[in-house]
């Protein structure tokens, strides 16, 4: 059985493959490929026209680069519906699928609500203590034996640990809790600092290079 971000990983690498695969049967590489050298030819034509204050000339090549610029689109066109078609359906399962759960509680006394989640076979109990007026700790029963002492509280946006799985706890109010599935990368991404994904972060991260390699692998343009 597969984690999440396991799973997650899978399903970017199918529907990588599968885009490259579609760019691949419904567009002409060589053709392409073609378009592409040609619209360069006429672009560095324009800039030494423009260069030599040859505006009519100039404008007469930028012209021709248009017109092979919008052929070149016309041929992305039937694939980039198909592909936009097909990756809609499988986004929608996989948020529906890794996105996370939200928590319903219901309120023991003031300051004590008590919920429960279920998620890829198993089911653990929630409990939200209200601190104060802005902070609620959320304390979930891993080891589901109905005794809360033993275990870590979480403020919002605090990381859970359950069943392999990370989880992103983010309290709304002393009624509801959110609980997002998150990856925690094996590096720290620059600049952001981020060291965890949610689900969607994650695809794209992975979807990045690997369309970029199977679109190689496949000749695609």
């Known amino acids: 059985m597969f984690l999440p971000y396991q799973e997650i990983f899978i399903w970017a690498l199918i529907i990588s493959f599968i885009i490259s695969v579609i760019y ?15 619209m360069k030819f006429y ?6 026209a423009q260069k030599n204050k040859d505006t009519k ?14 052929k070149q689109m016309k041929h992305n066109m039937k694939p980039m ?4 078609g097909i990756v809609l359906v499988l986004l929608g399962f996989i948020n529906n699928t890794y996105s996370g759960v939200v928590v319903e509680t219901t309120l023991i006394d ?3 609500s008590l919920g429960y989640f279920s998620y890829a076979g198993f089911n653990h109990s929630l409990r939200s203590e209200k601190l104060n007026e802005t902070d609620i700790r959320v304390v979930i029963d891993t080891n589901d034996n109905n ?33 997002n599935i998150i990856t925690k990368l094996p590096f720290t991404i620059p600049i952001l600092n981020w060291e965890y994904l949610n689900w969607l972060g994650w695809y794209i991260l992975v979807t990045l290079p690997f369309t970029w390699i199977f679109r190689k692998f496949l000749g695609v343009e």
């Not at 519906?81 to 936009?84: G, V």
């Open 57 to 70: 000339k100039a404008n007469e090549y930028m012209s021709e680069m248009m017109k092979l610029s919008q």
């Open 147 to 179: 005794d809360f002492s033993d275990e870590k509280g979480y403020l919002r946006d605090e990381i859970a640990y359950i069943e392999n799985t990370q989880w992103s706890v983010s309290p709304q109010d002393m009624n509801r809790t959110t609980m």
């Open 110 to 112: 003031e300051v004590t």
């Open 81 to 84: 519906f198909i592909t936009m």
């Open 24 to 38: 691949r049967v419904f567009t002409k590489p060589g053709e392409i490929r073609q378009l592409k050298k040609d």
């Open 43 to 48: 672009r560095g034509k324009s800039k030494e």
